[in-house]
């Protein structure tokens, strides 16, 4: 069993940004998947998601998207599930019902718990609304990230990834938090697990090709 | 084709509390599955959410956290699709993959990017760390509330729920963020497709039942 790869990726183009830590969660899929699709660059610092043309495949104006066929999906999570279903090779969840909670668990740590009060858009708030300087966004970003990976630590297996010994969504989810993590100046040393399974994913060229510096946008 | 509906909910405990809406979409995912495990009662303002007996079962001493013989699943959204998979009937999710797609995405809009910053956490931090009263946490709720909603009223489809005429993962996150959203004092004039949906999604038990003020520790 395989995927049609050159098909699907003649008929998908990613709205993408080098930084985007969940554009960096969708480069991982689809490079595991061996999906290539066409790439559309859109500078978030330069607002460039704001555009209308942008707005009308994507009404959050966040990055990614990726248009299949035609038709456009935002949310990078709901991105990989999708990839997922139309490209099963190799599978990014376990094959049983538990094994699937146990990552989609660890996915929403990341999306839901630490990722969101990172973004941009935050930083944006705490700065221009709330009168925040740097050293106050830095503390809220190291906060936040800090609980999640409190949690992921002791909810990561004995495997080499997240759960068993094959990548999944739940180390697609981490592997770019790091990144971020270590851009927010947070020390790392409390999570040895979850540097293992990192060091482990960036031996593998879909996760180290996917980082923002190897893009063809990076700065 | 039906669930095995009272050996699964022998097989499960929820830990729940009325107020989190996050445990509101799982009592709907429930309901609408024809599912009644037992329940315990996590009493997150008296912080019950941390001892340790509890952290055991959930790292992130978050709530909900759905048990199933014997093993524990956190994150909403997680448990909601474990759900969906163990208990097939009624389908949470249409089935077409572009169709799960949008739902999910519609879902992960709330899940992701309004959910997280009504948490009482965050609300605990803007107070304590940053010093912010009252109004400032307001404006700060109804900022990212309505950004979310004004996505989702462009994203909904035209049927009676956010995707066709049927409930879906979509539904199940949007609803009790709409109750958030009154909660926090926004305006949802804007929304006449949301309030639509909400409306529809009421006149079914599965949703009204799972209401904070119907549950049994409700204050």
Known sequence: MSNDTAALSRAMTLYTYF????????????????????QAFVHLRKHAH????YRALNPQATVPTLVHDGRAIG???????YLDEI?????????????RARVRQMAYVVACEIHPFGNLRVQE????????GDDDIKEWQQH????GLDALERLAGRGRFCHGDEPTLADICLVPQLANARRAGLDLSPY??????????????AFAD????????AE
């Not at 704001?50 to 043309?53: N, Y």
């Not at 040895?192 to 060229?205: D, H, K």
């Open 125 to 132: 708030y705490l700065r221009g609304t709330l009168g925040r």
């Open 87 to 99: 490209a099963p090779v190799p599978p990014l969840l376990p094959a049983d019902a538990f094994g």
């Open 144 to 147: 936040w990230i800090g609980l």
């Open 19 to 38: 930084r985007s830590s969940a554009a960096f969660r969708v480069r991982i899929a689809l490079n595991l998947k061996g999906l290539q699709p066409e």
């Open 192 to 205: 040895p697990r979850l540097l293992a399974v990192e060091a482990t994913a960036y031996e593998l060229a």
């Open 50 to 53: 704001h555009a209308e043309a």
């Open 210 to 217: 996917a980082r923002p510096e190897n893009q063809p946008d």
């Open 75 to 81: 949310q990078s999570l709901a991105i990989i599930e």
